[in-house]
């Protein structure tokens, strides 16, 4: 057969196609039906993504005859659907056929083809995929966000680590992040009551010991927010968790409940 794929991207294009036999009638007419599994290399537009159609050309045409030799027609401005086997992943939106006529550098005659446009709608699926990493951007952000200093507003904290922690059973303890802080003070009322001599230098340490309270009390500050940042993420994520397990579970039961019974299915 002389009609053949031109954007054929199988490097193993004859094996694809079945050989049948070739029905020839008395009038001239030559009828040949086959099927086959055919590859093609397409270009993919991103400038909607993901609300994307993809575009896809199928263009057969004769290898050797022209087209005073061979004519080419469509049988219609669409393509045949109707065996169309439905893909979860991709939705057909449209397959319509056109006929070409092409010149070439080499001959001065005219080369008809049959073009098939398919378009591809591939929406759904990047959709749910860009949700979760959106959700698990904004998990690590909150995880993230105490080392960029931003403290937590206390209507945050109450609804966050106060009632949702409740729902997705966590508990936080208050004094948790206070020990640091308790043992810094013992051990400067230690090292107050150690050094009650007099001092040649009263004002100088004074001075110093103000600064390392001030010091230690920014740096308990900061910890303090950055474990509550944790703490809000790590709430989320435990959201996020349960909210994926009951979406599983509800589409599992719809599923199990919309199948078949088991005597039906067996006796068909």
Known sequence: MDILYDLCADPQYSSAVINTNVIISHTGQVVWLSHGIFRSSCNIDVEFFPFDEQK??????????????VELESQSEQG??????????????????????????????????????????YGVSICLVSFASGLAVVTLNFHHRGLRGSKVSPLVKSLVL????????LKFSENQNNTHLNEYEDSTDMTLEQNTCPLHYPTLVHSTIEKNERRLSDQDQ?????????????VSDRVLLCVFFLTTAISTAVILSGSPPIEETIKG
């Open 56 to 69: 896809c050309l199928l263009k057969w045409a004769s290898w050797t005859y022209d087209g005073y030799q």
């Open 80 to 121: 045949d659907i109707s065996n169309y086997q439905a893909n979860g992943e991709f939705d057909l939106v449209n397959f319509t056929a056109q006929r070409n006529i092409e010149f070439y550098s080499c001959c001065p005659e005219p080369y008809p083809d049959i073009t098939y446009e398919i378009r591809l709608y």
């Open 162 to 169: 106060e009632k949702l922690a409740r729902l997705v059973f």
């Open 222 to 234: 900061r910890e303090q927010t950055e474990l509550e940042w944790k703490q809000i993420a790590l």
